[in-house]
């Protein structure tokens, strides 16, 4: 079966003036994966505007996620497109037993670019937030993809102990995670597998540099619903990142200043978790990672580009296994092993933009590639 990278729009318009929710799917790895994107309320083409991934918790649905996180408003009023994606069965593949097993990192890196594609959405500003399950996710992105995530958010998730001691970034990624003390469901104690919050933050720090002692401050207590909220900073970090905790006393399994029921327990009113995320987010980028950017080992040159003929070579220390590539519309044209050998005998390619991605056990690399033929 063919697999298919980008978008196939069940509705999509050349220009924007208000704000728009488009329904979009399209075929990754033998799976019809769908979402929902929301274009802001100033949304122009001609804009490269920010993107968050909004990841759902388990048994959860995009829909919900973008219902109980008002994240639409938020958008509206700072100017970022915002997605909200399904997982496979309702779930996301972070390491849980039962859970999905989909290729999920894959999948988000290629709706990322089918958006940059779509939307012109600024791949220096492509951040990850999650709740619960989505929250592993986000983590799970940070450890493996920092060099195209700016930024993560978790709220109500943590780590797997297994992908926690896989997990080697090379990059420092800015940390908000947001969690109830009184968390039942993901424990911010941990147990079942699961890292503590404080392991996590202490992990993070350790990635990033952080000071050892964070600032500690007590916000208002403006709702009285039985709980309230301590924020934790660690900065300044390497490459101008920073952690900081939002610890929710007495705070459940949900989503801080929801709109309706997200979870279990109490769900604080006193901040807005979505508010917060945008406010934390909003002042990385990756471009501000610049000495440990230099030392990635995924400096791909791939030579001729423009392409004239259909010799194609590969100079990169990542040991890539395979190449595959597309035309602009998301078909495969063809596939080649490239384990043993740089060289990569191209078919005829008509003069036009085509897409290149180079994988292997651990990674992937989508490279945009002219041909003048």
């Given at each position: 079966?063919?697999?298919?990278?980008?978008?196939?729009?069940?509705?999509?318009?050349?220009?924007?003036?208000?704000?728009?929710?488009?329904?979009?799917?399209?075929?990754?790895?033998?799976?019809?994966?769908?979402?929902?994107?929301?274009?802001?309320?100033?949304?122009?083409?001609?804009?490269?505007?920010?993107?968050?991934?909004?990841?759902?918790?388990?048994?959860?649905?995009?829909?919900?996620?973008?219902?109980?996180?008002?994240?639409?408003?938020?958008?509206?009023?700072?100017?970022?497109?915002?997605?909200?994606?399904?997982?496979?069965?309702?779930?996301?593949?972070?390491?849980?037993?039962?859970?999905?097993?989909?290729?999920?990192?894959?999948?988000?890196?290629?709706?990322?670019?089918?958006?940059?594609?779509?939307?012109?959405?600024?791949?220096?500003?492509?951040?990850?937030?999650?709740?619960?399950?989505?929250?592993?996710?986000?983590?799970?992105?940070?450890?493996?993809?920092?060099?195209?995530?700016?930024?993560?958010?978790?709220?109500?998730?943590?780590?797997?102990?297994?992908?926690?001691?896989?997990?080697?970034?090379?990059?420092?990624?800015?940390?908000?995670?947001?969690?109830?003390?009184?968390?039942?469901?993901?424990?911010?104690?941990?147990?079942?597998?699961?890292?503590?919050?404080?392991?996590?933050?202490?992990?993070?720090?350790?990635?990033?540099?952080?000071?050892?002692?964070?600032?500690?401050?007590?916000?208002?207590?403006?709702?009285?619903?039985?709980?309230?909220?301590?924020?934790?900073?660690?900065?300044?970090?390497?490459?101008?990142?920073?952690?900081?905790?939002?610890?929710?006393?007495?705070?459940?399994?949900?989503?801080?200043?929801?709109v309706g029921v997200t979870g279990i327990g109490i769900?604080?009113?006193?901040?807005?978790?979505?508010?917060?995320?945008?406010?934390?987010?909003?002042?990385?980028?990756?471009?501000?990672?610049?000495?440990?950017?230099?030392?990635?080992?995924?400096?791909?040159?791939?030579?001729?580009?423009?392409?004239?003929?259909?010799?194609?070579?590969?100079?990169?220390?990542?040991?890539?296994?395979?190449?595959?590539?597309?035309?602009?519309?998301?078909?495969?044209?063809?596939?080649?092993?490239?384990?043993?050998?740089?060289?990569?005998?191209?078919?005829?390619?008509?003069?036009?933009?085509?897409?290149?991605?180079?994988?292997?056990?651990?990674?992937?690399?989508?490279?945009?590639?002219?041909?003048?033929?």
């Amino acid at each position: 079966m063919k697999k298919y990278l980008f978008i196939l729009l069940a509705a999509f318009q050349t220009t924007a003036t208000f704000s728009q929710l488009i329904n979009g799917s399209f075929q990754f790895d033998g799976l019809m994966r769908t979402y929902n994107v929301y274009l802001p309320a100033d949304y122009q083409p001609g804009n490269s505007l920010p993107l968050i991934l909004a990841l759902h918790g388990y048994t959860q649905t995009g829909q919900s996620m973008m219902t109980f996180s008002g994240f639409n408003q938020v958008a509206d009023t700072a100017g970022f497109v915002v997605v909200y994606p399904d997982g496979i069965g309702n779930a996301w593949n972070v390491g849980f037993s039962g859970g999905s097993t989909a290729d999920d990192v894959g999948f988000l890196l290629a709706l990322t670019d089918t958006l940059h594609q779509r939307y012109n959405i600024d791949y220096s500003r492509v951040y990850a937030t999650g709740f619960s399950n989505g929250g592993f996710m986000s983590y799970r992105l940070a450890c493996e993809t920092p060099d195209r995530i700016a930024a993560i958010a978790p709220v109500a998730g943590t780590m797997t102990v297994e992908s926690a001691a896989s997990c080697a970034p090379g990059l420092s990624v800015p940390v908000l995670h947001i969690h109830g003390t009184s968390d039942f469901v993901v424990s911010y104690n941990g147990g079942f597998g699961n890292l503590s919050v404080d392991q996590v933050i202490n992990l993070w720090n350790g990635f990033n540099q952080c000071p050892v002692q964070p600032t500690i401050e007590n916000l208002p207590d403006i709702v009285a619903e039985g709980s309230t909220v301590q924020r934790y900073t660690w900065s300044p970090c390497s490459d101008d990142s920073r952690v900081v905790l939002l610890k929710v006393i007495n705070g459940g399994h949900t989503w801080p200043g929801s709109v309706g029921v997200t979870g279990i327990g109490i769900t604080n009113r006193d901040i807005n978790a979505s508010s917060e995320i945008w406010n934390f987010v909003k002042d990385f980028s990756r471009p501000l990672i610049t000495s440990a950017y230099a030392v990635l080992p995924s400096q791909t040159l791939v030579y001729p580009n423009p392409l004239t003929g259909n010799l194609l070579r590969i100079n990169s220390a990542d040991n890539w296994q395979t190449a595959e590539f597309f035309d602009v519309s998301g078909r495969e044209i063809f596939e080649q092993d490239i384990s043993e050998n740089s060289l990569i005998q191209v078919p005829y390619l008509e003069a036009g933009i085509y897409f290149l991605i180079l994988k292997n056990e651990k990674k992937r690399e989508i490279i945009k590639l002219i041909s003048r033929n």
